[in-house]
């Protein structure tokens, strides 16, 4: 995880296995429209994280983004994994962290 501060590294690690085991990736194929449920799915988990307050922000569009669709699974990148960028506002400080998570098909 280089480039995270030490202070966002425990929180990151969290929400990485948090989300691996509680949206693990489920579909037989990747498509547009799994990659849109799956994003749909991992939105969800961390909303329910900045509900419990988790993370900062007056809304969830402020506290978290999600990106799992084909910009970021292209077809000749694919190759069996499936990749969603998040990034987070936690509680303090005040700026966004950005990771990956990678989860494969079979």
Same mark, same amino acid.
């Given at each position: ?5 030490? $202070? ?5 690690? $969290? ?53 799992? #669709? ?14 969603? #960028? ?21």
């Amino acid at each position: 995880m280089v480039g995270i501060p030490g $202070e966002h590294e425990v929180l990151v690690e $969290e929400l990485q296995q948090g989300i691996q085991q509680a949206v693990p990736w489920e579909h037989l194929e990747i498509t547009p429209e799994t990659l849109k449920a799956h994003e749909g799915q991992v939105s969800g988990f961390l909303r329910e994280q900045w509900e419990q307050g988790a993370l900062k922000g007056s809304a969830a569009q402020e506290a978290f983004s999600v990106q799992c #669709d084909q910009k970021n699974n292209p077809a000749a990148a694919r190759a069996g994994v499936v990749r969603t #960028d998040i990034g987070i506002a936690p509680t303090r400080p005040s700026e966004f962290v950005f990771f990956t998570i990678k989860q494969t098909t079979a």
